[in-house]
């Protein structure tokens, strides 16, 4: 399984964007990339994901580098509600490996 | 749809008591899984199933049996419950197996084992 590095925290201000990266250097060429959040209390919830291009929906933009080594997650202008725990997961089957993420303070 | 539905949301338990904690899907889903998470920590799989009939070990299965007799249905068993199973429970599903699938988590179950 990839291993992944992640921040333990990030902070941003309301509205502005917000970029998490997160390293996967031993990611496999057959991996999704796949991102996950977690607001308090509550269960992972479904970010984005992708394999080589980058990708766009409604939450968010993955930017995965050429070499598949790290990707980006960018929230375009964040609000209070995405204050979450942010957990990139590389996946090459159903075991989603969850590490510890990436903690994310949005600042009014 | 009311997605994935997970019951109880709390229980405690006394050491060596056993319980089922049940989770159920509406969305026709093949795949469902088990997580646990401990506190300030990431999830981690416990079982899985591909489909009704089919189920697997995840990375920490011991002290938990599961079976799936419906697509819908997806209970975990705790058969003789001890301190270290007290950590919140999250069920999973997906549209079919495969790493390029979204997969919708449920609210969660906190287990205390006394």
């Known amino acids: 399984d990839a291993k992944t590095t992640q921040p333990n925290s990030m902070e941003s201000n309301e509205e502005e964007p917000v970029h998490l990266p997160c390293n996967h250097s031993?990611?496999?060429?057959?991996?999704?990339i796949h991102w996950y959040r977690q607001l308090p209390s509550q269960g992972p919830e479904y970010v984005i994901h992708?394999?080589?291009s980058n990708v766009n929906n409604r939450m968010a933009s993955l930017a995965i580098a050429e070499d598949r080594k790290s990707s980006t997650l960018i929230l375009h202008r964040a609000t209070l509600r995405d204050a979450a725990v942010y957990y990139c997961i590389p996946l090459n089957n159903n075991d989603m490996r969850f590490g510890a993420g990436t903690r994310l303070t949005v600042k009014p | 749809n009311a997605g994935v539905t997970q019951t109880p949301k709390f229980q405690v338990l006394k050491t060596g008591q056993s319980m089922t904690l049940q989770c159920a899907q509406d969305?026709?889903?093949?795949?469902m899984s088990w997580y646990r998470q401990d506190p300030g920590m990431g999830l981690r799989l416990i079982h899985y199933?591909?489909?009704?009939?089919?189920?697997d070990q995840g990375e920490v299965p011991n002290g938990y049996n599961v079976s799936r007799s419906t697509t819908e249905d997806f209970p975990l068993r705790l058969l003789s419950a001890a301190p270290s199973q007290t950590s919140v429970y999250f069920c999973?599903?997906?549209?079919?197996?495969?790493?390029?699938?979204?997969?919708?988590f449920g609210p969660g179950t906190r287990l205390t084992v006394l």
């Open positions: 969305m026709n889903h093949e795949y």
């Open positions: 199933s591909v489909g009704a009939g089919i189920t």
């Open positions: 031993t990611i496999s060429g057959t991996d999704y």
């Open positions: 999973a599903s997906s549209y079919i197996a495969g790493s390029y699938n979204e997969q919708f």
């Open positions: 992708g394999l080589t």
